[in-house]
C-alpha cells in the first residue's frame, strides 16, 4: 500500500519520445529513473488492452529494479479500420521503430477502405493508459484519450509515432506541427498523467 507520495520512480520505457514525455510530466522534486543503465529486453505485449499491456511493463520493470515503476502503453485507433492500428500501434513500426513506415501502411490500409477517404473526416483518437507498480504501493492504471481525425498528408517533424498525421479536435494543425509545450497541455497522455498526478 502507498504511504507517502512518491520521491524516485523508474519510467518503464525504451522509447525516447516518451520517456521525454513523461519526464515533463512529473513534478521536477521527483527523482526521474530512465532505463538508459538496465540491458535486459522488454516485456512482451501480451495484454489485450492498453491497461494490461502498462501494467505488464510497470511490473516488468519494477522487479528488475525493485523501485517504483510508471510505464505507459498508448496508440492510435482509428474507426475506420476497426480501431486499429491500437495496441499494436508501435508494432506497425517494425523492429527499426520506423514510424514513416508505420504512417505509409495507416494511409495505404486507410485507401482500400475508402478511395475517397481525403474528402471526409477520418475519425481517429490516441489512447494513454499509464500505470505505476511497485514496493509499498497500492498499483494504480488509468487511460486519458483525445479525439481527432487522420490528416490527408503527413504534417510536421516534431512529437514521434504518430503525431504528423493527428488532428486533434479543435485544432488545424497536427501533433507533428504543434510546439511540445501546446501538444502537452491537451494530448492524451496528459489527460492519463492528471488523474495520478496527486501520488506524487
Known sequence: MQRQKIREIVIGTN????????R???PK????????NITAKSPKETSKTFKGNALLKAKY?????G????????????DLLNKAPGIY??????????????IKKVFKKINLKDKNWKKRNIKARFKCAL???????????????????ISKKKLGSRGFGYDPIFIPIGKKITFGQMRPEM??????RFKAFKKIRKFF
Open 24 to 26: 515533463d510530466l512529473i
Open 61 to 65: 520493470y519494477s522487479k528488475l529494479t
Open 67 to 78: 523501485k517504483i515503476c510508471l510505464a505507459d502503453d498508448s496508440g492510435l485507433e482509428i
Open 15 to 22: 522509447n525516447k519520445g516518451k520517456l521525454r514525455e513523461i
Open 29 to 36: 522534486k521527483v527523482k526521474v529513473l530512465s532505463l538508459k
Open 89 to 102: 500501434s508501435a508494432r506497425w513500426s517494425g523492429k527499426k521503430n520506423d514510424f514513416n513506415s508505420a
Open 131 to 149: 500505470s505505476i507498480y511497485g514496493p509499498r504501493f497500492k498499483t494504480v492504471s488509468v487511460i486519458g484519450k483525445i479525439e481527432g481525425t
Open 183 to 188: 501538444k502537452h497541455k491537451i494530448d492524451h
